[in-house]
């Protein structure tokens, strides 16, 4: 082989004079006039030159767009290796200059009539990347011909050529009948040619999702399988990525399946054997765990998943993203393999950190001695990322195997010693977690911690630290000297260490009364009346009235016993975990994100087979699969939720009580706290005592913890949400705003027997949220309290949420909640969601939805002309986005009155070449404006909007309510 | 899928910039530069995502290669084509480097064209990609029909890695397997983790169409003809992998795209048509019953703040008969050192301060042998309150036998069309072991 390289530079030295690099250095003056001479030279191996300029120049991102007509003149040729510089060329600057691009048509379609396959496929490959829309229409006769043609060469280009197509001009394609062409592909003798037909149909389907166009059957399934033998490393991908997508009739069909896919891992190209598992994973859900073949597959999966960790670094990094996943949903499959995780002290910084984090979850009593004894290793290394993710990782193990706990903590102690900085302030803080776990076990260890108080400069640490000092101030004699010290800068240290510095003073006053009344009364007027914080001061004001009023409740409140912290901790939230499962080896498995985090346009939620929604299989494995849909409950690890809830304001009361005045201490507030908080807390939660920042995952919770997810809404949610879009027509609404249709937002069976279905909608400038509250349990139901989490516009109920109880059994009531937008606010994934408890008497229940943007559309939402020509400019284009509305039948008059009753208003109208125009505005709840161009043509159903707006991230949400506005 | 594909060389000067979608614009091209190539700190992803916009990257000495896209892509897929590509570009032109890059841009272009349609990974094997890219580019006129249409059928079809009508007067094939060992030792001698990964390199000059069978001594196989009393094919073409009756298990293993992956899943068979030339069957890991060539003992002993008091021992452990080459122990030394002083009883010892090691050269040694290094090394006093943090000892070697244990059995070759049989063929087989990372802790 390298003889062969070096015979071809010997070629290129003697044979001719030409070293392409050449080409890289000219940036003379007049250049492009020189070309322009030489392009137009009469020597073919000139105008082969000056192409090969021009393509250097486009390549270092020279603007040569004005030799277009020049270049294009050269591709009349029979050089190949010119045309191919030409068509290059083209691909770059035919959108440019649409009516140039034109002329080249003709060549193109000669082309694709050449004896020669080759060019053939060149030709019909190069037409389709020149996305210029007069061009399509030349291009479906050639493709057609390609489609059928004799050369599996020229075929399978054409194919992929389809995808392009669609891309540019995707009602064109269906017209033309070419998706018809293409499943046909899909049976054609040729592998190449069923793997690309198998890729550009499935991208296709992508921008249908109810099309059905991937139409998976069993039929098609077997043609698959069988091509997926014989197909190229790449189609084999194509094709495995196409099969996940399939849901099999029983767990027979999916065994057949699996087996035939299972040879797959065995393959060298690490992204076969990752899809490959993609489809077992899934498939694996519809199996009986009774049947052999179920241990079978899972014991088939450890290997291959080991064998991609002597890859490259690279793909090292994405196995083992995923394999976190995999280990988090199926922890048998490697629980026996914890030492090829071990870290090598040359992998690079990435793989060392996701090593590490597999560890910590494979740990368990049979190998934690091992496991400890890297993790020291480890915490002695240079980067610091990496050390403090190890010590935090023996603080973890701790909390998860109570046998080490004492060895852990004997390590963190040697740590300490070490005195490097970060290593101490790391280990302070899970010292505190383990404290938590265990309590009243290490409490020896204290004293060596207060020796380091000095040293700790990072806002967690001294939390850790000053919790620590606060939860066991009997013990230590100066308790009072060292939080006086933290309290000298008190103004200057981060909310954490203040809200920790209020709490661990209150309870060192309940401990030793006589000697720290100044320290808490100086504590409490600097949290109450310096502070802007709420959180800050609003504790504050109830620890003051509590501890005037009566000590003994206090002392009851703060000095009360702590929940357990629990073990799994950062664990990703079940739904989003099933979707990325879903999506194992793609982009998202390695984010760890959903594709809609990321990509633009509307995505699926793709689900494991068996769970949710699919009650109506009746095989075995329904067992199965509702154990699986329990543990995915509604809402994530209550933890998440709750640490934002605890730092609600707590304003809005969640009993019926006197609407709140503003400011100040209030009695609402107060009963909140005896009963309504504590429930409302969960078990999980500690009361007042300590706000640690209200997480229990507390050791993940802190740093870079890298699985911090945004919490998936629930599957039945989107759904709905999904289908809602989808009615069409049909729904006669009522005048007035767009009001979507009631779906079920909390199942009777995940809350005990409540059922609550709901909508949103706008009415005389408030809010609504509306409410079907059905009792489908066997007792009454009364207590009912409501509380948002932050979210994206700060939504928050305007006042309590009004429930004539007691509710009995099979009762449903309808409620209006009235909703401002002062809450606190959050960046929710996506946007519109919304995650909410509802409390009664029984017990607290989460649950998430997503409103329709339009609601926060205000009245004051239309713009001046003048404005919105100035604002539409000024927006740069990157934050335009288009989308395209389906089937929608109105003429522009009617759609405009359809959306200024949900608040979207026309500001102006023009027609052009019979296409109406609208130009629209609208003004969200806090401000963002949104201007929109709505492109009607008479006679074509599909609308194309563009939006503009200063906070881009909108756009989606907005889109989808126009769908829903125009459609219903 | 991949939207696009840029090659930046070490400045971040773009060198080839291929957009196959719409979706990437030309600032992607500035984006990665700015916030990859030119970011302050250390690169800590090899995926980056920029506004959106997904970065994956690899780099090849100093030139860096990107693969753009806003889409959920299939990541592992496009490491693998940046692989692919490089390897392709490696055969084309040899190294690598900005000179090669710039010198053949021309056919860069002409093979992204062909192997990246719209993002979508197609026929990238050199074999076939040969037939008609080249660098001359006229090949596209000379061709007959018959040798068109030979050319699509191959880089469409199922045998995708061979073309027809091979000759060769002598048909050859060398076969290599090729094994690193990767040991942690921790300081007490306790394997913390060890393992082969193994290659099996084959290079065939063969004739026609061939249909190749190779057997080792898998364990599951042997047992299971141990049990059924057995094919007979087993001793006939013995490669001369020795009497060896022992048998390895093997963790996993994977093949080159020709091998019958459902054959060799339902019956545990390796057949294959091969490719011409060199390429490499399959890999495997071993972690049982693994023969660890060499032991290194160490012993670090720090006498006051300045002083530090090493010695090593290494022992060989395999037959005496055979020789170790290229052995090489590396002791790495503190950040701190200003002085050594190094006795060792064989070999050439030299403490490399750029290197913060004492490297340690022994050319050749046999079997059950032992060799020792003894060295002072003399620190500077320093108020660093960080402990030097102890890096492991490393060792590299090379040993002519398979560390794992495993042995070829027979490589059989039939070729149904041409008249040379399977005896025709000469076989040659060739066992190396080199060391992968082999540490031991101190």
């Known amino acids: 082989m390298q003889e062969w390289a070096n015979q071809l530079c010997e070629n290129r030295q003697f044979g001719s004079k030409m070293t392409d690099s050449k080409y890289f250095t000219t940036t003379k003056k007049g250049e492009i006039f020189e070309l322009k001479a030489e392009l137009n030279s009469d020597k073919k191996e000139k105008k082969k030159e000056a192409v090969k300029k021009v393509i250097a120049s486009m390549t270092v991102g020279k603007d040569v767009s004005a030799l277009f007509p020049d270049v294009v003149n050269c591709m009349q040729t029979d050089n190949l290796e010119l045309k191919k510089l030409v068509y290059l060329y083209l691909m770059n600057y035919a959108k440019s200059q649409p009516d140039m691009a034109i002329m080249a048509v003709n060549t193109f379609v000669k082309d694709c009539e050449d004896p020669n396959p080759l060019i053939r496929a060149l030709a019909v490959r190069t037409m389709g990347c020149i996305r210029v829309d007069k061009i399509t229409e030349y291009l479906c006769e050639p493709l057609r011909k390609c489609l059928k043609d004799e050369d599996p060469y020229v075929r399978k280009t054409a194919a992929v050529c389809v995808a392009k197509l669609h891309d540019i001009n995707a009602q064109l394609v269906e017209d033309q009948g070419f998706l018809d062409t293409l499943k046909d592909l899909i049976s054609d003798s040729n592998p190449m040619v069923v793997a690309n037909a198998v890729a550009a149909l499935s991208e296709i389907a992508e921008s249908h999702p109810n099309s059905n166009l991937m139409d998976l059957n069993p039929q098609t399934m077997n043609k698959l399988l069988t091509a997926l033998n014989e197909c190229t490393e790449w189609g084999q991908i194509f094709i495995l990525d196409c099969l996940a997508n399939y849901t099999p009739r029983d767990d027979r069909e999916s065994q057949s399946i699996c087996e035939r896919v299972t040879p797959r891992l065995s393959h060298a190209n690490s992204a076969v054997v990752l899809s490959a598992v993609k489809v077992l994973m899934k498939f694996m859900e519809m199996l009986p765990k009774d049947l052999d073949y179920y241990g079978t597959l899972l014991k088939k999966l450890a290997p291959p998943l080991v064998t991609l960790l002597s890859a490259e670094p690279e793909l090292q990094y994405v196995a083992l993203r995923n394999i976190n996943l995999i280990v988090q949903r199926r922890p048998e499959i490697l629980k026996h393999e914890m030492k090829v995780f071990f870290v090598k002290y040359n992998d690079p910084i990435y793989v060392k950190l996701e090593k590490l984090d597999i560890m910590i979850r494979l740990a368990s009593q049979a190998n934690i001695a091992q496991v400890l004894a890297e993790l020291k290793e480890y915490a002695t290394e240079v980067d610091v990322d990496f050390v403090r993710k190890a010590v935090r990782a023996i603080g973890r193990c701790a909390i998860k195997v109570e046998q080490s706990a004492e060895r852990c903590v004997s390590t963190l102690l040697d740590l300490i010693q070490t005195k490097v900085n970060y290593v101490v302030q790391e280990a302070i803080v899970v010292i505190k977690d383990i404290f938590r776990k265990y309590p009243n076990k290490y409490e020896s260890v204290i004293a060596t911690l207060c020796e380091n108080l000095d040293s700790l400069d990072e806002p967690e640490a001294r939390a850790a630290m000053i919790w620590i000092v606060g939860e066991y101030a009997e013990r230590i004699d100066n308790a009072d000297e060292l939080l006086e010290s933290f309290l000298e800068g008190f103004h200057d240290e981060s909310t954490q260490v203040q809200l920790q510095l209020r709490t661990a003073i209150v309870k060192l006053f309940l401990k030793k009364p006589t000697e720290t009344q100044e320290l808490v009364q100086q504590v409490l007027s600097l949290a109450t009346q310096d502070s802007d914080n709420p959180d800050l001061r609003d504790r504050g004001y109830i620890y003051w009235r509590l501890l005037s009023t009566d000590p003994v409740a206090a002392k009851e409140v703060v000095l009360a016993e702590k929940p357990l912290i629990s073990e799994e901790t950062d664990l990703i939230e079940p739904t989003l975990l099933e979707e990325l499962i879903c999506h194992i080896g793609t982009l998202a498995s390695v984010y760890h994100k959903p594709p809609s985090a990321f990509v633009e346009g509307r995505g699926q939620h793709k689900r494991l087979p068996g769970s949710g929604g699919s009650a109506e299989s009746e095989s075995p494995d329904a067992v199965s699969a509702g154990a699986a849909n329990e543990v995915a409950a509604v809402i994530p690890s209550q933890g998440d939720l709750l640490g934002d809830l605890l730092n609600l304001d707590l304003t809005p009361p969640a009993t019926t009580g006197p609407p709140p005045h503003s400011g100040g201490m209030q009695l609402g507030a107060m009963d909140l706290l005896g009963g309504g908080l504590d429930s409302l807390m969960g078990d999980e939660s500690e009361p007042l005592g300590g706000d640690l920042g209200g997480s229990p995952a507390m050791g993940a919770g802190f740093g870079a913890a890298p699985a911090a997810m945004p919490p998936a809404f629930s599957a039945p949610v989107s759904g709905g949400l999904e289908d809602l879009f989808d009615l069409g027509g049909g729904v006669g609404m009522p005048l007035g705003s767009f009001c979507p249709p009631k779906t079920v937002w909390l199942p009777a069976m995940k809350a005990k027997g409540l059922e609550i279905s709901g909508t949103f909608v706008r009415r005389a400038g408030v809010i609504q949220m509306e409410m079907t509250i059905t009792n489908k349990a066997m007792s009454v139901m009364t207590g009912f309290a409501i509380q948002f989490n932050r979210n994206s516009f700060g939504l928050a109920p305007a006042g309590p949420i009004q429930v004539p109880s007691p509710l009995s059994p099979n009762q449903n009531i309808e409620v209006s909640l009235p909703l401002n937008t002062v809450g606190p606010v959050m960046k929710m994934e996506p946007l519109n969601n919304l995650q909410v408890a509802i409390k009664n008497n029984i017990d607290v229940f989460y649950f998430s939805c997503q409103y329709p943007i339009s609601v926060l559309f205000v009245e004051d939402g239309k713009m001046e002309r003048q404005v919105f020509l100035a604002t539409w400019k000024d927006i740069a284009n990157e934050n335009e986005s288009q989308f395209q509305i389906k089937d929608c039948h109105l003429n522009s008059d009617t759609a405009s009155n359809k959306l200024q009753t949900s608040n979207i208003f026309t500001i102006a109208k023009r027609t052009v070449d019979g296409q109406d125009m609208l130009y629209q505005s609208m003004k969200l709840t806090n401000g963002i404006w949104v201007l929109a161009e709505l492109k009607i043509q008479a006679g074509n159903p599909n609308y194309t909007v563009s939006l503009k707006c200063r906070a881009p991230e909108v756009s989606q949400c907005v889109f989808q309510s126009y769908e829903a506005v125009l459609k219903n | ?442």
């Open chain 2, 1 to 442: 899928m991949i939207g696009g594909l840029f090659i930046y060389n070490h400045k971040g000067e773009v060198l080839i910039s291929r957009v196959y979608r719409d979706d990437i614009g030309r600032n992607a091209v500035d984006a990665f530069r700015v916030n990859v190539i030119h970011a302050r700190q250390q690169v800590r992803s090899p995926v980056t995502n920029i506004a959106r916009t997904s970065f994956f990257h690899v780099k090849r000495s100093n030139i860096w290669l990107a693969a753009v896209t806003k889409q959920n892509v299939n990541a592992a897929m496009v490491f693998e084509f940046l692989y692919k590509m490089c390897d392709v570009m490696t055969a084309y032109f040899g190294k690598i480097s900005e000179e090669n890059i710039k010198n053949n841009f021309v056919l860069i272009y002409e093979l992204l064209d062909e192997i990246l349609d719209f993002g979508y990974p197609q026929n990238s094997e050199t074999g076939a990609l040969k037939t008609f890219i080249t660098q001359q580019g006229i090949k596209g006129q000379l061709q007959t029909k018959e040798e068109q249409s030979q050319i699509t059928s191959q880089v469409t079809g199922q045998i995708g890695w061979r073309r027809e009508g091979i000759k060769y007067r002598r048909n050859e094939l060398f076969l290599d397997v090729l094994e690193s060992v990767n040991l942690l030792m921790s300081p007490q001698g306790q394997v913390l983790s060890a393992h082969v990964s193994g290659r099996v390199v084959m290079k065939s000059y063969l004739s026609g169409m061939p249909e190749c069978k190779f057997g080792m001594n898998d364990k599951i196989v042997i047992d299971k003809q141990g049990k059924g009393g057995a094919s007979d094919d087993a001793g006939k073409s013995d490669l001369g992998g020795g009497s060896g009756k022992q048998s390895i298990a093997i963790d996993d293993c994977t093949f080159h795209q020709c091998v019958r992956l459902s054959k060799f899943d339902s019956e545990r068979s390796i057949s294959f048509i091969p490719p011409d030339g060199e390429y490499e069957l399959m890999r495997y890991r071993t972690t049982k019953d693994i023969i660890l060539p060499f032991r290194v003992i160490p012993l670090v002993r720090e006498v006051g703040r300045t002083k530090l008091e090493v010695k090593v021992v290494i022992k060989s452990n395999f037959k005496p008969s055979l020789l170790a080459q290229k052995i090489e122990v590396r002791i790495p030394t503190p950040l701190n050192t200003s002085g050594v002083q190094v006795i060792c009883m064989k070999g050439k010892a030299k403490y490399k301060a750029s290197e913060n090691a004492i490297v340690w050269k022994i050319k050749r040694m046999a079997g059950m042998k032992e060799s020792q290094i003894s060295a002072e090394i003399e620190l500077l006093p320093t108020n660093d309150k960080k402990k030097w943090a102890r890096p492991p000892i490393s060792m590299n070697f090379e040993v002519p036998f398979a560390p794992s244990g495993l042995k070829v059995r027979y490589l059989k070759v039939f070729e149904s069309k041409l008249n040379y049989s399977d005896h025709d063929v000469i076989k040659w087989v060739r066992y190396i072991g080199r060391s992968g990372i082999y540490e031991t802790r101190c």
